[in-house]
Nanobody, 114 residues
Framework: QVQLVESGGGLVQPGGSLRLSCAAS????????MSWARQAPGKGLEWVSD???????YYADSVKGRFTISRDNAQNTPYLQMNSLKPEDTAVYYC????????WGQGTQVTVSS
């Protein structure tokens, strides 16, 4: 069965960096796009970034120029490198596989605070 397990979240000061990872299993990883989404406290879900099987990428305007999505097809792992973090980036970050019925990881908390 499909499993997505995020890691790498934590507490970081404004301006700092974190790298999120998502251990993916149970499907042919290199054939599918992978995504990251986030949900801040009391707010709705925000789509953050996608990376397609061909390596093409999408970023939300709110993270463009600060976040970089990548994928390691040998390790079945997508990454989200987050630089210049801001307090408004505080959220639970989810790894997502958009294949029906859509699969979500359990999420990893990112807190940006001084």
């Amino acid at each position: 069965q499909v499993q997505l397990v995020e890691s790498g979240g934590g507490l970081v000061q404004p301006g700092g960096s974190l790298r999120l990872s998502c251990a993916a299993s149970g499907f042919t990883y290199n054939k599918y796009a992978m995504s990251w989404a986030r949900q801040a406290p009391g707010k709705g879900l925000e789509w953050v970034s996608d990376i397609n099987s061909d390596g093409s990428t999408y970023y939300a305007d709110s993270v463009k120029g600060r976040f970089t999505i990548s994928r390691d097809n040998a390790q079945n792992t997508p990454y989200l490198q987050m630089n210049s973090l801001k307090p408004e980036d505080t959220a639970v970050y989810y790894c997502v596989l958009l294949v029906p019925p859509d699969y979500w990881g359990q999420g990893t908390q990112v807190t940006v605070s001084s």
